[in-house]
């Protein structure tokens, strides 16, 4: 599959969060994400991997029991069912991809 930008809308996940499927095929996804300053993803799990690049801003990142303090051009993966959450210190962009494919972002 291949994708031109800006062929597919953002649509609101939770309170300061959007997310819109960039491209995807039978194993993977990979989504953008637009996160605004001052809103948290709460402390969450799934039993996707999760593998993310933080594009631009700055964001305060739990994976298990690690905080990190995520800025740009910073990466992460999180394993299948590990619990992690986010606070959104400035409004950043986030490209992730997960694994096996999430039928709940495609479009």
Not at 22 to 29: D, G, R
Not at 59 to 76: C, V
Not at 80 to 85: F, G, L, R, Y
């Amino acid at each position: 599959m291949f994708t031109k930008n800006n062929s597919k809308e953002f649509k609101p996940l939770i309170k300061g969060v959007l997310m819109r499927p960039l491209v995807f095929e039978e194993k993977t996804i990979l989504c953008e994400f637009k996160l605004q300053k001052g809103n948290i993803l709460p402390s969450h799990q799934h039993p996707y991997e999760q593998t993310g690049y933080l594009v631009s801003g700055k964001l305060k990142f739990r994976i298990g029991e690690i905080w990190h303090d995520a800025e740009t051009g910073d990466s992460w993966c999180i394993p299948d069912n590990v619990e992690h959450e986010v606070e959104i210190v400035e409004d950043s962009i986030v490209i992730e991809l997960f694994a096996p494919i999430r039928p709940d972002y495609l479009p």
